[in-house]
């Protein structure tokens, strides 16, 4: 079955830095993936997705990146603020199948 | 709309006890799942269903058990609760695999 492989499994940066949070997929079939956000206490929330057809989405300060010859895809927050620290997942899945999460990368921003 | 909701908040069961856990939704979303989020190992599937009636094993699914007799509800079952199943649940309906998952407040369940 599909696996997800998340990295790093913490990141921290100053405010008004970027931050870069990558993942890998096994299935070579998967062909949709989402980020959700968690942040502490709260329940995950879907902040940005991509499907297999599209090598970048873009949304204000957040941005995922898909590079479906390496199985590869990554988030990527500008302009870091506090407020985007949280936990983030990753995950992927094909036709037919439910949602693979990553680990999970928790981001500190630092003021 | 109240969205995902879960009964109940938080639970503690003694080895071998038995409990259920509710999950209801109100979108009208065909799929519905079971997580379980356990500290480093992420979000992992317990089962899901994709519709009233049906049920499907996830990545975690060994001592639980599922039901989805009405569409809005997918209730997730511990026979014989184990000290390793201790852990918070969350629930989640989405209208289908590539839509978004609005996920339950979450269940913390201590296993003693």
């Known amino acids: 079955g599909e696996n997800v492989e998340q990295h790093p499994s913490t990141l921290s940066v100053q405010e008004g830095d970027s931050a870069v949070i990558k993942c890998t997929y096994s299935?070579?079939?998967?062909?949709?993936f989402p980020w959700y956000k968690q942040e502490l206490g709260k329940r995950p929330q879907l902040i940005i997705d991509?499907?297999?057809?599209?090598g970048e989405k873009k949304d204000q300060r957040i941005a995922v990146t898909l590079n479906k010859t390496a199985k590869h895809f990554s988030l990527h927050i500008t302009e870091t603020q506090p407020e985007d620290s949280a936990v983030y997942f990753c995950?992927?899945?094909?036709?037919?199948?439910?949602?693979?999460f990553g680990k999970g990368t928790t981001l500190s921003v630092s003021s | 709309n109240a969205g995902v909701t879960q009964t109940p908040k938080f639970r503690v069961l003694k080895t071998g006890q038995s409990m259920t856990l509710l999950c209801a939704q109100d979108?009208?979303?065909?799929?519905m799942y079971w997580y379980r989020q356990d500290p480093g190992m992420g979000l992992r599937l317990i089962h899901y269903s994709v519709g009233e009636g049906t049920t499907a094993k996830g990545e975690v699914p060994d001592g639980y058990n599922v039901s989805r007799l009405k569409k809005q509800n997918f209730l997730l079952g511990l026979e014989s609760a184990a000290p390793s199943q201790t852990s918070v649940y969350f629930c989640a309906s989405s209208l289908a695999v590539y839509y978004e998952q609005y996920f339950g407040p979450g269940t913390r369940l201590t296993v003693t």
């Open positions: 979108m009208n979303h065909e799929y």
């Open positions: 991509i499907r297999s057809n599209v």
């Open positions: 995950a992927a899945s094909k036709t037919g199948t439910a949602l693979i």
């Open positions: 299935d070579s079939a998967s062909n949709y």
